[in-house]
């Protein structure tokens, strides 16, 4: 399918090509809307103003909150309607619908809709205040009028190409329901530790070695890394730890927290006889071909290491201004057009009837302002990644039913009905328990499958065995949308709390600075509360499957709103959120144990640290700049190690590799674009996960290189002769760790020579570490070259990596023929710097720009100085949005 569409829009490019200019304007101008002049726009109550600047970026002048909600609909609309189209039919379950039979289209569809999402955004709708709804159906009544103007192919190349090969019929009216599903994607994307959950399962089911599950699953290093919320004595600690690394002194290596109780009651597993209770029959059927189902679910927000972001504010007291700066730079997946859509919502006089008058990262096809400034506080938000999803194992009987608490109950069932284009109907038969719908329905191997060490007197697996159910906190109605337009109003830290006992899911963390001076920090969501069942072989913490069957381990409610953290204007005067823990896990176990390894978070900590010890006042500038740290966290970690290797154990290549060695010699350990030592390093670091962990694990677990590796390493390093060193593949010898990390040296060294060149001063990063924005229909695999050059954006040589501040994240678990695959997959979707002295002094970069079509010159106008670290000025003000103006749209009712 794919392919023909491919085809087809290559011959409609050639045939534009041999045309000329009259073709070309008819298939790739005619989406293009006006930004200028006068539009109707039926059901406005009075004229709204949409003021653009050179790059396209709308603000909204309404004089009340209706209207401007309804231009909003409008503008997003005519810019990015084909992206607000695949976004409601991706969150519906309905992809086929749109694209056709696409086997890849169809599996997302099926998980889709076992998961419910649309259902449940319907449910959504009577929770939500009235003023929210109001809000809703204002942006759909907006969206609605431009549709009844336009036909589909003149408000997307795309329908023009789909139109080649499936039916593209007139376009159905927008729904507010439809804005409310995009939550459910966002939810999805950002939930926390579905993956090591499933992974840790699996991962026993290879190994059975419960110690070897926990090493590649290791504690937080908080002897190092601080949490978002750190004590006076972590800090203490942490300042002291410091001191003797910077004079050489032996590191500790435990990784551990002084203050942390011991495994059996922090969740670690420790060393346990599994035997005869481990359930591991059938485990990775279970696990792993979970795992693949519901990475199948197509994620527009991005997935994987790299999902994650920076986030930090300062108060004023170490400022130039006097007054605070906030930075944020959600890292997420790269795409054409990018994720984002900036855009001001202004009331011309701000109260009860329009109380808006704010600026910032909007999501076409929703609403409001995600992420942003007003005239009276500027927030930022980062991936909490709380635990608030389970999975459970539900012991099956053939007559249908499942055991709970020593009784059968019959299992709920629904049938869904998945239109193709094209194609005939798909009939799909959901089922659900007490804990959630079945996931492994959706791929009939995970069937009859366990995969996790079970306590002991549980059921035997039977004829029919364990399905797989998930519990997610997204699949309860929410009041999430009242949040966005609550936190769009807010004005003080009283405002943004209320506002976060609203934002349920995702779980997001809150960093705000006020005009009035004050920081803070507000953790947000819903939360489940785990009961501590203690006759289990592995925690009941949420960080394994549970067994689904035995009620002590259902969830017991949630955290109240008033139960989460906060803080405002900490003594430190900052305060980082960088998708390490709020509160070291040991001592608040109650958000679980999954969380990024805090290496960006205190490379954060550490410049800031640094500028105001030094009594340097800090800037908007220097915000910007720490956005842009380059330093390789596993390098530093790693590198000494490499240098101190006896390499003559390399026989014959000890020469060939030496010499790329003596790069790490005067190394800073900055993954700048430029260095021939981050790509040698890249490599190795790839080449060592591949020869440690590969044989020992399924291909779906297979390292992605991030945080949590880097501290399993470490850990490692310094157990030379852990079973992880081990190749299982030869049988006559047990590898050690030196063995491995010479053998990653050599790897490396052969690759790069293949790749860029025999010599390794020649050697730079940035020729492999690459990005391509890519458009989500027309832009990727089996797409012809025409195809791909024309709706995605340029390849952009790019510094950075996972884990790394300036977060250009790659996946040292993707390979191609024989050869890693250093492909960008994760980036700093945008950048902003909010400047609370002077709005008008904040900056801001998407990563592309702000349109959705491919022959507006706002498709991409921003890319370029994205991957080069610059910004824009961020206009707030009447003044300054009338000055940096290019275009003014008046809509008339």
Not at 681 to 692: G, H, I, M, P, Q
Request: charged fraction near 20%.
């Amino acid at each position: 399918m794919v392919r023909r569409i491919a085809l087809a829009i290559s011959a409609v490019l050639v045939v534009a090509l041999v045309a000329g200019a009259v073709t070309t304007a008819l298939f790739v101008r005619r989406p293009l809307p006006e930004h200028d002049g006068e539009q109707q726009v039926p059901g406005l109550g009075a004229a709204v103003e949409v003021i653009r600047d050179e790059r396209g970026i709308p603000h909204i002048y309404a004089d009340t909150a209706v209207d401007l909600f309804m231009a909003q609909g409008y503008v997003h609309a005519q810019d990015r309607f084909f992206e607000m189209d695949y976004r409601r039919h991706l969150t519906a379950g309905r992809l086929a619908e749109l694209v056709g039979d696409v086997e890849t289209a169809i599996t997302a569809d099926q998980v889709i809709r076992t998961m419910g999402w649309r259902r449940v955004a319907e449910q959504e709708w009577d929770l939500l205040e009235p003023q929210s709804r109001t809000y809703l159906t204002a942006y759909a009544d907006g969206v609605n009028a431009y549709i009844s103007e336009h036909s589909p192919t003149s408000m997307g190349l795309e329908y023009t190409v789909l139109g080649l090969d499936v039916e593209v019929d007139d376009i159905e009216p927008w729904d507010p329901i439809d804005s409310l599903a995009w939550l459910k994607a966002m939810a999805w994307d950002l939930v926390g530790n579905y993956s090591d959950e499933l992974e840790r399962a699996a991962a026993y089911g290879q190994t059975g070695d419960l110690d070897m599950v926990e090493a590649i699953f290791p504690d937080y290093p908080s002897a190092q890394n601080l949490p978002i919320l750190p004590t006076t004595r972590e800090v203490d600690a942490q300042a002291e730890r410091a001191a003797e690394l910077a004079n050489a002194a032996a590191p500790d290596a435990s990784g551990g927290d002084a203050d942390a109780a011991p495994a059996e009651q922090t969740g670690g597993a420790g060393t346990r006889d599994a035997s005869g209770t481990d359930g591991r029959t059938g485990a990775l059927a279970a696990m792993e071909t979970t795992l693949d189902a519901l990475t199948a679910v197509p994620a527009p927000l991005g997935a994987g290491e790299g999902v994650g972001s920076n986030s930090w504010v300062v108060s004023g007291d170490h400022t130039a201004t006097g007054a605070p700066l906030l930075a944020n730079d959600p890292h997420l997946g790269p795409s054409a057009p990018g994720i984002w859509y900036q855009a001001g919502l202004h009331c011309r006089s701000t109260g009860p009837e329009c109380p808006f008058d704010v600026s910032g990262f909007t999501f076409a096809g929703m609403p409001g302002v995600i992420i942003g400034q007003n005239a009276d506080l500027a927030w930022g938000l980062t991936n909490l990644t709380a635990d608030t999803s389970d999975f459970f194992l539900e012991r099956l009987y053939p007559d249908g039913s499942y055991l709970y608490d020593g009784a059968r109950y019959p299992i709920t069932e629904r049938t869904e009905t998945i239109e193709v284009n094209g194609g005939e109907p798909i009939e799909l038969t959901v089922r659900s328990t007490e804990h959630g719908p079945i996931i492994s329905d959706v791929l009939a191997s995970t069937r009859g499958a366990g995969g996790v060490p079970l306590p002991e007197n549980s059921p035997p697996a039977g004829l029919s065995g364990f399905a797989v159910a998930l519990s997610w906190t997204a699949l309860t109605p929410g009041r999430t949308m009242d949040a966005v337009f609550a936190i769009d109003r807010a004005a003080d830290a009283e405002d943004i709390a209320a506002a976060a006992a609203l934002f349920e899911v995702p779980t997001q963390n809150i960093v705000f600075a006020t005009a009035e001076g004050d920081i803070g920090y507000q953790a947000p969501g819903r939360i489940p509360v785990r009961a501590a069942v203690g006759d289990g072989v592995v925690p009941a913490d949420g960080s394994w499957p549970r067994p689904g069957w035995d009620p002590r381990y259902d969830w017991q409610g949630f955290l109240d709103p008033d139960e989460l953290p906060a803080a405002l204007n900490p003594e430190s005067g900052y305060i980082v959120a960088a998708n390490q823990p709020v509160l070291t896990p040991s001592r608040y176990p109650d958000f679980g144990t999954d969380f990024a390894y805090g290496y960006r978070a205190q490379a954060i900590r550490d410049e800031l640290s640094a500028v105001v010890e030094a009594g340097e006042p800090l800037t908007a500038e220097h915000m910007s700049e720490i956005q842009l740290n380059e330093v390789n966290p596993a390098a530093e970690m790693l590198v000494p190690a490499l240098l101190e290797l006896d390499t003559s154990g390399l026989e014959g290549s000890e020469e060939f590799v030496v010499e790329a060695v003596e790069l790490f010699e005067d190394w800073d350990y900055v993954n700048d674009a430029d260095s021939a030592a981050a790509a040698y390093f890249s490599s190795v670091w790839t080449n060592l996960l591949r020869l440690t962990f590969w044989d020992q694990v399924a291909e779906v677990q297979r390292p992605s290189g991030g945080s949590r590796w880097i501290e399993s390493v470490r850990l490692l390093l310094e157990d030379e002769d852990n079973p992880w060193w081990d190749d299982r593949a030869t049988l006559n010898e047990v590898e050690q760790r030196d063995k491995i990390l010479l053998q990653a040296l050599a790897d490396a060294r052969t690759q790069l020579t293949v790749s860029l060149g025999k010599n390794p001063q020649d050697w730079r990063w940035g020729r492999v570490h690459l990005l391509t924005p890519t458009h989500p229909v027309l832009g990727g695999d089996g797409v012809p070259g025409v195809v791909a050059d024309y709706m995605n954006l340029s390849t952009a040589e790019l510094g950075g990596g996972p884990s790394i501040v300036n977060a250009n994240g790659w996946s040292t678990a993707v390979w191609n023929d024989g050869y890693p695959d250093f492909s960008v997959t994760a980036v700093p979707s945008m950048r902003m710097v909010a400047d609370l002295a002077d709005l008008d002094a904040s900056t801001w970069v998407n990563l592309t720009g702000n349109s959705g079509h491919p022959g507006s010159a706002h498709y991409d106008d921003q890319y370029e100085a994205w991957a080069t670290g610059e910004t824009f000025a961020w206009p707030f003000s009447r003044q300054a949005v009338e000055e940096s103006g290019s275009s003014t749209l008046t809509l008339q009712p």
